[in-house]
């Protein structure tokens, strides 16, 4: 089996569909699964946020969205850092 990847938009009380606040990916592949969100730190790291919201957590809200709008989430939080690549 090859890796499928599903993106999603975080929505949060502090940001909307239109703006979110991140993004996460859940990652499928032979062994499982695993989630990770682009951090501040301008990198993908392991996120338990996905799976707490599957069980009941209401903090963030989950969308999934393209890989060219996550994309365009992590260019967004790289430039707001002031960081390009």
């Not at 990916?25 to 730190?41: L, M, N, P, S, V």
């Not at 957590?57 to 994309?71: G, L, V, W």
Request: net charge negative; proline share 4%.
């Amino acid at each position: 089996m090859a890796e499928e990847i599903t993106y999603y938009a975080i929505v949060n009380e502090f940001s909307s569909r239109e703006r979110p606040g991140g993004v996460l990916r859940r990652i499928k592949h032979d062994g499982g699964q695993r989630d990770e969100a682009f951090t501040r730190d301008l990198v993908w790291k392991r996120s338990p946020s996905l799976h707490s919201s599957e069980r009941g957590d209401t903090m963030n809200d989950f969308y999934p969205i393209t890989e060219e709008e996550a994309m365009r989430i992590v260019d967004r939080i790289r430039s707001e850092s002031g960081t390009s690549s």
